[in-house]
């Protein structure tokens, strides 16, 4: 830290941002590692202008993981649907059907 001028009696905050390019979305929505701040490019500029432009790294980390929360609050499980000719197939990977 003295090498980079830093004073070196105060222990910097590192965030760790893991973007996905364009709109994509990582998977594994429940499979993240929590110490990152996980969003895709537009999420990060998005935070980046709704942060007034002047906000700090730490400010737009946390403004990145309210949505996230808020976002996964809204989400019952994880699936993804694909069409198979006349067929819609859709996959659960974490949910078992019931038995009826």
Do not use: C
């Not at 942060?51 to 609050?73: C, D, F, N, P, Y």
């Not at 809204?74 to 069409?83: A, Y």
């Amino acid at each position: 830290m003295r090498r980079l001028g830093f004073d070196k009696s105060v222990t910097p905050t590192i965030h760790l941002f893991v973007l996905g390019r364009y709109h994509v979305h990582l998977t594994g929505f429940d499979q993240r590692d929590p110490r990152a701040v996980w969003a895709d490019w537009a999420h990060f500029q998005w935070a980046r202008v709704e942060g007034q432009e002047t906000a700090t790294v730490s400010q737009i980390a946390a403004l990145l993981r309210t949505k996230v929360e808020q976002s996964r609050a809204r989400k019952t499980d994880e699936s993804m649907m694909f069409p198979v000719g006349d067929l819609a197939i859709i996959l659960n990977p974490t949910s078992v059907p019931q038995d009826s």
